[in-house]
C-alpha cells in the first residue's frame, strides 16, 4: 500500500505530555501538509512542509506546536504540554508539488485524546 | 469566520435516486474546488474538482456544478448508492494575488445516507 501512512491511529495523552504525530507520504510525494479536524468542525490547515523546509505554518497555533519533514524519515507533528483543547483527530496529507493544483491525499488521521 | 459553509449537516436519499449536496462559499479570491468523501475512521478521499473557469465538470456518476456569480456550488450523485454513505467535504483553494493553492479551506461536511 502506497498511501499516506500516518500513526499512531488513537494517541492518549496526560495534561502536560508530549504527544508526536509521525506521517510517511505516498511514494514520490515531497510536499507534506497537516490539518486538524475538531469534532463537529471541517479540517482546518496547520502546516506546509517540503523536504527539510516549512513553507507556510500560518495554521499553526504559535505555541507548543512544532512540525518538521527531516531529509530521512516521516514528518512529524509534535505538540508538547499538552491540553484538552488539543484533542482532536490529526490529518497528514501529501502531494507531488503544487503545481498545477496537485490533489492533496490524506491518510487516515491520528485521533489524540487528551485526558 | 467561516469561508467555506456546508448548510445542511445531513441527508437521506433513496438508492437509485439524485443527491445534491451543496457548498456556499464567500471568499471571491477562491478559485479551485474540490469534493472529498470520508468513511468513519478513514481519511478524506478526493472525489472531484473544478476549477472557477468551468461551471460543470463530471466523473462518472459524479458531477459538480459552480455557479461563480452566487458562490455556490454542488456536487450531483446519480445514480446514489448505498456505498456512497460517507460524510462529503467541500474544499476551496485560492492561486490569485495572495492566494496560496496549497492550503485548502474545508467546511463542516454533510454526511449523507443512501438507503436501499
Known amino acids: 500500500n502506497a498511501g499516506v501512512m500516518q500513526n499512531p491511529r488513537h494517541l492518549v495523552r496526560r495534561r502536560g505530555q508530549e504527544a508526536r504525530l509521525r506521517c510517511s507520504p505516498m511514494k514520490g510525494h515531497s510536499h507534506v501538509y497537516w490539518y486538524r479536524q475538531l469534532p463537529e468542525e471541517g479540517l482546518k490547515f496547520m502546516v506546509y512542509?517540503?523536504?527539510?523546509?516549512?513553507?507556510?505554518e500560518s495554521g499553526m497555533p504559535k505555541e507548543r506546536f512544532s512540525a518538521e519533514f527531516p531529509k530521512e524519515g516521516p514528518s512529524i507533528l509534535r505538540i508538547q504540554q499538552v491540553v484538552r483543547g488539543d484533542s482532536a483527530a490529526y490529518f497528514c496529507?501529501?502531494?507531488?508539488?503544487?503545481?498545477?493544483?496537485?490533489?492533496?491525499?490524506f491518510g487516515a488521521g491520528t485521533r489524540l485524546s487528551v485526558l | 469566520d467561516q469561508q467555506v459553509k456546508q448548510n445542511s449537516p445531513s441527508l437521506s436519499v433513496q438508492e437509485g435516486r439524485i443527491s445534491i449536496l451543496n457548498c456556499d462559499y464567500t471568499?471571491?479570491?477562491?478559485?479551485?474546488f474540490l469534493w472529498y468523501k470520508k468513511y468513519p475512521a478513514e481519511g478524506p478521499t478526493f472525489l472531484i474538482s473544478?476549477?472557477?473557469?468551468?461551471d460543470k465538470n463530471e466523473d462518472g456518476r459524479f458531477t459538480v456544478f459552480l455557479n461563480k456569480s452566487a458562490k455556490h456550488l454542488s456536487l450531483h450523485i446519480v445514480p446514489s448508492q448505498p456505498g456512497d454513505s460517507a460524510v462529503y467535504f467541500c474544499?476551496?483553494?485560492?492561486?490569485?494575488?495572495?492566494?496560496?493553492?496549497?492550503?485548502?479551506?474545508f467546511g463542516k461536511g454533510t454526511l449523507l445516507t443512501v438507503n436501499p
Open positions: 473544478i476549477s472557477s473557469i468551468k
Open positions: 512542509l517540503q523536504k527539510e523546509n516549512i513553507i507556510d
Open positions: 471568499n471571491s479570491m477562491f478559485d479551485y
Open positions: 496529507a501529501s502531494s507531488p508539488g503544487t503545481a498545477a493544483r496537485n490533489i492533496q491525499y
Open positions: 474544499a476551496a483553494s485560492a492561486e490569485g494575488s495572495g492566494g496560496s493553492n496549497y492550503k485548502l479551506t
